[in-house]
């Protein structure tokens, strides 16, 4: 039986090497994705590991919870430095600062990649200390004034040593001399991140922290052990408020919080990757239950000469299991190469993440090898069960048909079942108490029985659907399309097969499309009804801007009102509390506050230090009332108490409490500015007047960026659309993947129909008319699965946006989009089409009256 | 070479199917075999032929080309005043369209259009509307009122060829060629499928070449043409069963 199914795929080549595709695309995405984390994390593990290169022991200000927004420990006082010096056994400690930082070259800020932090760093007197940043050029900067940054950045900002330049940072531009160029570690490589290296003096200066440092590295002694200089040092700094750790554990640490991020990214490129099986499994059932009807007689004759129904299931299960490992194997091979082109991309573009080198885990390859071959084990199951079902006689008789699988009748209600339970369950996940993991489980089960259920129930829309589109096509192209809808649906389980593929990343497509354009209508409207302002300003990398630069603002002429909104990392109840400290002089002009129970604008001017006025949401959640109190707790520890004066509705950008920036003076040290927001005089004009503002701002803080209303909008949008995107190319391969099942389909329906095509060109039909009918065939398959889709898509997307209204989003139909995917939807059977069309074409007159 | 044989021949005008000088060689060099050997012949319109012979004679492959659906290494072919053998293939579909008829061995209906849908499949190709009263006439005389709404899957052998029949006469063709029309039937529905094919040449005048290797179906025609070795051994008016067997077994 081996050698038998050995021969099936020699006799096939080109059916077996296409849905090998339908293998190898997602186990490639899945290897690729293990191996490119791989690399990630191997160059952070190596960054950190490498920053704390002779540094024993490192000191920071104790954070009280996990920055969701990377945000630095508050400073430490220089004086702390002195105190860790005398402890026995420290040979050398020294205060280091971080901050953030860009080079200005010739007036123009040189901003990071991708969106990575530019940092700003201090270079250390004892050489011990700046191991990890060798100058390959010059030298450590030793006086005011003098600058070093890394060798990428020194590329990209096309500047050499001895060069003038200016440095930005929140206080402002610096003048400053380029004395070196440094790499970090052996690679070099930091992602997209810049490295800016100043004296610890001039970034006190320069970051407006005058006898602070963000931390203390330790050397200790000739054999001192650096667990033992921990404990030591940690006995005189109060524990709640300093973290005393090994320069190893402060690496882990950190390498740790950074590899949570990329596993995230790791299980979201793994659920593409597994969608992109399961449409590929659609379409070697597909395959399978095709070539199993194709081979009827072969098969019914080997049953006649003796063959038994389990050798002839071990047959086909072992076709398929061969087919499995070795698009498996190939599949992994290509994630590897995928993986090494990125590599190769990220380090030539400067983008986003560090890579490492390469490493290929065992994991890398057993799992998608695992979830390969299972895949087409499992879809191979149900033809091999029926090929089993073929009598012996069907050997000797014309046209005999492969009896239908006993559950094939049930299946559409089955499928409607479980849509239903579906939605039951997405609604569930929505509606429940339990914890947010469990919520988002129940709701990702839910979707996935939706869309698998009207898998199921295709079947009986492929009439409907086919009739509905087939008109229009036949009331312009006549017969062909007539004939090619009447192909279409002579089998409609093997239609509805091909159709489900599509329709999965059809569905998903659209439901990614409703859920952001949802979000972006939400954000549209609550920018348009809650901001007043003309203006919106923020940072290059959102990093928090400078309170002078409201004041700046506010110097300009054209300038009615300016406001920053103030914001630092807050937790109530244990659980995260956005917040914004805005000021209640300007605000009225600037924002519209929805507010609920009768308050009022009057209300902020009671704010104070210790009042505030919550969103309704927050209020809900935490069971707050006006007069009630609720304690905050900042993340570097300062706890302050505040009274609800009233409460307002803003589930977009508002959200969690609003307070004073007094108010945030008790929350932070060092209070920022996350937006700012201005309003011009009346009559001026906003060109006019952006363009003052713009000039006035960027001279001292080239790296915030002035957006008018509209364009803070468009910026918004793209923002969004890059997203959008991100995700579209994730789904392509479950399109590509699908539309290969559609090829493979239409291809072995014309060998099928080889006799009936011979005969339509014997009586007539012209090489032309029989192409078109089969790319009519094309479209009108790949606009069933597009329609279905579409609705499928809608429907999750109704469910999820219904499911988040208390967040504000809204559910609204992406129209545009909607007519792009179906118009894709025509194109894309078109071109999966193509090869079949080409081929029947080629069919002679005389195939007609040759048996088979 | 003189100007006279560069020229075609013309056409004898009586005729409605002629060929001249056909060749048919399979294959190249070594392995080529050569089916037909130099065939000429003239069909008379109104006329039904049989075209007879052993397995290899090369009948099946004659009939191809007189038919359009296969092209002769050497030789012209004319059907209806059109030499055929010099025009394209999207020509030559179109002038089948109009002048060539085709009853199969295995029938070849589309499974998925019902008998009335696969009757008007050659008028649709075309784009053309049925003759109503025609149509309504075929559909008598073959037989099929009352099935015209099923599917071929549910009719018999016999009717799934009265059906590919009337297919084959809707447009009134100048020829129907029939290959082993009753090949794949049982011998009481091929009997009624030749008198169907007898009846549309007596009443309707249409001109039919029928392949066979069944001397009781040759029987039926006018005229019965013996195929050896790709040349046309022998021609014959008018010839029964016995007599057609005899010649065969002299051939074989």
């Given at each position: 039986m081996l050698r038998l199914a050995l021969r099936n795929i020699m006799a096939r080549k080109l059916r077996f090497a296409l849905t090998a595709i339908a293998i190898i695309l997602g186990t490639a995405m899945m290897s690729g994705t293990y191996v490119l984390t791989d690399q990630i994390t191997g160059a952070f593990d190596e960054i950190f590991a490498k920053a704390n290169e002779g540094v024993d022991v490192i000191i920071a200000r104790q954070q009280k919870f996990d920055s969701q927004q990377g945000a630095a420990p508050a400073p430490i006082d220089q004086s702390v430095v002195a105190q860790v010096k005398a402890v026995d056994g420290v040979d050398a400690a020294e205060g280091q600062l971080q901050g953030t930082a860009s080079l200005v070259v010739d007036g123009k800020s040189i901003a990071s990649i991708g969106g990575a932090p530019s940092l700003l760093v201090t270079t250390a007197v004892e050489p011990r200390f700046n191991s990890s940043i060798p100058a390959v050029a010059g030298r450590a900067p030793s006086a005011p004034g003098e600058i070093s940054v890394d060798e990428a950045y020194a590329k990209r900002a096309k500047v050499s040593v001895g060069q003038r330049v200016e440095v930005s940072t929140p206080t402002g531009l610096h003048p400053a001399t380029l004395v070196g160029i440094f790499k970090f570690g052996d690679s070099g490589s930091l992602g997209g991140t810049t490295l800016t290296a100043v004296t610890v003096q001039d970034a006190q200066k320069w970051l407006d922290?005058?006898?602070?440092?963000?931390t203390i590295a330790v050397a200790g002694r000739v054999g001192t052990d650096p667990a033992l200089l921990k404990s030591r040092i940690g006995k005189i700094l109060p524990q709640d408020r300093y973290r005393v750790e090994t320069g190893a554990e402060s690496a882990d640490r950190q390498a740790t919080t950074i590899n949570d991020g990329i596993g995230f990214l790791r299980t979201t490129l793994s659920i593409f990757a597994l969608i992109a099986i399961l449409v590929g499994s659609f379409v070697i059932f597909n395959v399978f239950s095709i070539t199993i009807a194709q081979r009827i007689r072969e098969i019914a004759m080997l049953r006649t000469i003796g063959a038994s129904r389990a050798q002839l299931r071990r047959s086909v299960i072992i076709e398929a299991l061969i087919l499995g490992v070795v698009a498996s194997l190939i599949g992994i091979a290509f994630g590897v190469l995928l993986a090494m082109g990125l590599k190769w991309a990220f380090d030539k573009g400067g983008i986003g993440l560090p890579t490492a080198s390469l490493r290929v885990l065992p994991r890398t390859v057993i799992v998608p090898l695992l979830v390969g071959t299972i895949a087409t084990f499992l879809a191979a199951i149900i033809p091999a069960t029926r090929a089993t079902r073929i009598p012996p006689v069907s050997a000797l008789r014309e046209g005999a048909v492969l009896p239908k699988s006993r559950l094939a009748p049930y299946m559409p209600y089955i499928g409607i079942v479980a849509t239903l339970i579906g939605i039951a369950l997405v609604a569930v996940g929505f509606t429940s108490d339990a914890s947010l993991s469990s919520r988002l489980k129940t709701i990702g089960f839910g979707a996935a029985l939706i869309v698998i259920g009207i898998g199921l129930a295709m079947r009986l829309m492929i009439r409907p659907i086919a009739g509905a589109v087939g008109a229009p096509l036949e009331a312009v192209f006549g017969n062909s399309a007539a004939i090619a809808r009447r192909n279409a649906t002579r089998d409609t389980t093997r239609t509805a097969s091909t159709a489900t593929a599509l329709m999965i990343g059809v569905g998903l497509v659209v439901f990614i499309a409703v859920f952001v354009h949802g979000i972006k209508v939400s954000l549209f409207d609550a920018l348009d009804t809650t901001l007043r302002a003309d203006e919106v300003t923020l940072n290059e990398n959102f990093s928090p801007m400078p309170l002078g630069i409201v004041a700046a603002a506010r110097a300009v002429p054209e300038v009615e009102s300016a406001m920053g909104i103030g914001t630092v990392e807050t937790q109530v109840d244990g659980s995260n509390a956005p917040i914004s400290a805005i000021d209640p002089a300007a605000a009225t002009s600037l924002v519209n506050f929805d507010w609920r129970d009768g308050g009022s604008n009057a209300l902020l001017d009671q704010l104070g230090s210790d009042g505030a006025v919550i969103e309704e949401s927050f209020a809900q959640d935490r069971a707050l009332k006006v007069g009630s109190t609720f304690e905050v707790e900042a993340i570097d520890g300062q706890r302050a108490t505040f009274t609800v004066k009233g409460i307002y509705r803003d589930p977009q950008l508002f959200t969690g409490y609003t307070i004073t920036t007094e108010g945030l003076r008790r929350l932070t040290e060092t209070p920022t500015v996350a937006v700012l927001l201005t309003k011009l005089r009346p009559g001026v004009d906003l060109t006019v007047g952006t363009a003052q503002l713009n000039d006035a701002l960027t001279a001292s803080y080239p790296t915030a960026k002035v957006r008018t209303r509209s364009e803070y909008k468009d910026f918004i949008n793209t923002q969004l659309s890059v997203f959008l995107y991100v995700l579209y190319a994730l789904l392509a391969l479950s399109v590509i993947i699908s539309l290969i099942g559609v090829i493979i389909t239409l291809l072995l329906a014309i060998y099928e129909r080889t006799r009936e095509i011979g005969m339509m060109r014997a009586v007539g039909t012209t090489r032309g008319q029989v192409r078109a009918m089969i790319l009519h065939e094309g479209v009108i398959t790949c606009l069933i699965g597009g329609i279905v889709g579409l609705f499928v898509g809608l429907l999750l997307g109704g469910l999820v946006t219904k499911g988040l209204e208390s967040e504000g989003i809204a559910f609204s139909v992406p129209y545009v989009t909607l007519v792009v995917v179906l118009v894709l939807t025509i194109f894309a059977g078109l071109i999966a089409a193509f090869l079949p069309a080409m081929r029947a074409a080629k069919l002679r007159p005389l195939d007609a009256l040759q048996y088979e | 070479m003189s100007t006279a044989e560069a020229l075609p021949p013309s056409p004898p005008s009586t005729a409605v199917v002629s060929a001249r000088g056909i060749i048919r060689r399979f294959g190249e060099g070594d392995t080529a075999v050569e089916a037909l050997r130099g065939v000429d012949l003239d069909l008379e319109r109104g006329s039904f032929i049989a075209i007879m012979g052993p397995s290899g004679s090369g009948k099946s492959t004659l009939m191809h080309i007189l038919a359009g659906i296969d092209t002769p290494t050497a030789g012209t072919v004319w059907v209806n005043g059109t030499e055929i053998t010099a025009i394209k293939d999207k020509a030559l579909t179109l002038f089948r369209r109009t002048n060539v008829g085709f009853v199969f061995q295995f029938f070849n209906l589309l499974p998925m259009l019902t008998a009335a849908e696969n009757l008007d499949l050659p008028l649709s190709i075309a784009g053309s509307k049925p003759d109503a009263e025609w149509r309504r006439h075929l559909v008598d005389v073959v037989g099929l009122g009352d099935r015209l709404s099923h599917r071929p899957s549910e009719l018999s052998g016999g009717q799934q060829q009265r059906v590919a029949i009337a297919r084959a006469l809707i447009n009134r063709p100048a020829v129907v060629f029939a290959d082993e029309p009753t090949g794949n039937l049982d011998s009481k529905n091929g009997t009624e499928i030749l008198n169907l094919l007898r009846q549309s040449v007596d009443e309707f005048g249409q001109t039919i070449v029928m392949v066979t290797h069944d001397p009781k179906a040759a029987a039926i025609a006018d005229q019965v043409m013996f195929l050896q070795d790709g040349h046309i051994v022998r021609v014959e008016q008018h010839m029964d069963g016995d007599a057609i067997f005899d010649v065969m077994k002299t051939l074989e």
């Open positions: 922290l005058p006898g602070k440092v963000t | -």
